[in-house]
């Protein structure tokens, strides 16, 4: 496995810290990193509601990236609580699907960190409404 997965996986590792902040919310029980092509990583945390208002460790690590003022994203990790495993979800697919609409497919994404399991954007998402194909 490439060292980049490890750097990020122990990014989004430092960052995964589950705490209950109120009894509607809870923060950090997913947490993620977002390598920009620049080379930059970046990191959230799930937020969770009671009432949907809450947002994806993936998306909140995209956010963190455009926030400072990068838009590109080369390679996406999440460490969600079943043991490492598991893909986007839709929400999170679409956005880096708008967001690079016209190379999404190539974006890498960890899929299994302890198999080193990874695949595409374009995999996972091969046929979708804004595609250029």
């Given at each position: 496995?490439?060292r980049?997965?490890?750097?990020m996986?122990?990014?989004a ?8 902040i ?5 923060a ?36 963190n ?21 598991g ?47």
């Amino acid at each position: 496995m490439d060292r980049i997965w490890k750097e990020m996986h122990d990014a989004a590792e430092a960052v995964l810290r589950p705490v209950r902040i109120s009894e509607y919310v809870t923060a950090g029980e997913v947490s993620a990193a977002v390598l920009s092509k620049s080379g930059k990583i970046y990191t959230g945390v799930c937020i969770d509601t009671c009432s949907t208002l809450g947002i994806c460790a993936e998306r909140n690590a995209i956010f963190n990236m455009i926030t400072n003022g990068e838009y590109e994203i080369d390679k996406l990790l999440c460490i969600p609580p079943n043991e490492g495993k598991g893909a986007p979800c839709g929400a999170c697919r679409e956005l880096m699907v708008q967001l690079m609409p016209e190379n999404y497919k190539d974006i890498e994404i960890m899929l299994d960190y302890n198999s080193g399991k990874v695949t595409t954007l374009g995999k996972l998402t091969p046929e979708w409404w804004i595609d250029y194909d």
